[in-house]
C-alpha cells in the first residue's frame, strides 16, 4: 500500500533560516503519528507545508498520489482534504455553531444542506455538544469551542486531521474533553498528524513518534520504545523536562510549559 502522505527530502527556509532540514516521513492511511520536539523545532512549520500555508523550497510532499510541491497544486482543492486545528479555534463569532460548521460544506464544497445538516448534528452529538448547535462561539467554554472547531474540519470528511498544540490555550479542565474527541477519533481510524504537549496523552494515541530536532527528525519510534527508552539523547533530555513538570502542582505545570 502506498503511503497517503510522504515528505521526502523536504527543505524549507524562512529567508536565510534554514527551519526544515531533509525531513522524510511516511504516513499510510490510518496511522496517528505524534511529534514531539523543543520549541522552535519546525513542528508547527511542518504541519502547515501540508495544507500550502508554508511554501517549502525543496523536496517531495506527496499527498494522496499527487507531488503538492508542483507549483500547479490548486491548494484550495487540498486543503478540503486536509483538516487543521490550531491552539486558538477561529470560529465566526456572528455565526451561530450549526453556521460555522455548515459554512465550508455548504460554501466551499457546494453540498445539498440536508445532507450537511446530518452530518453536523451526527458529529455535535458524537463530541456532546448537540444542544449548543444554535448557541454562538462567545457562550460556550473554551473546550467547547475547540471540540466545535474539531468537527467543523470533520464535516469537510477530511483524509487527514492536523492538530497543532490544541489544548495548549486551554484551562486544564477542558483539556481532557478535547483529547478524548482526538481519542475517539484515533479509535475510528483517521490520519492524524498531532503535535502536543500532553504526554500520557502522546503516548495513548500516537502509532508512531516523531522526534524533532532544529528542524531535523532525530527519531522515529513507538510510543511505547519512545517514552521508556528513547534512542536520541537530546529525546532522552526533552523527556525528563517533562518528567519534572509532571511532578509540580498544576498551576506551576502550566507556566512552566507555556
Ligand atoms: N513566518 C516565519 N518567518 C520567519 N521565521 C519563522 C516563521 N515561522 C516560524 N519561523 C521560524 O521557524 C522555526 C520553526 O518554527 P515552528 O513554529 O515550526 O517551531 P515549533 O516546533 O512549532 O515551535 P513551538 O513548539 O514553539 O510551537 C523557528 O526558528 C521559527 O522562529
Ligand atoms: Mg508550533
Redesign the pocket.
Known sequence: MSALIEFKDFNKY??T?Q?LKDVSLSVESGEVIVIL??????????LRCLNGLEVAHSGHLRFDGRELLDKKTDWRQVRQHVGMVFQSYHLFGHMTVLENILLGPLKVQKRQRSEALAQAEALLARVGLADKRDAYPRQLSGGQQQRIAIIRSLCMNPKVMLFD?VTAALDPEMVKEVLEVILDLARGGMTMLI?THEMAFARAVADRVVF?EAGSILEHNTPESFFSNPASARAQQFLEKFSYVETMPKKTRLKELS
Open positions: 524562512f529567508g533560516n527551519v520536539g523543543p520549541s522552535g523545532c519546525g513542528k508547527s512549520t511542518l498544540e503535535v524533532m
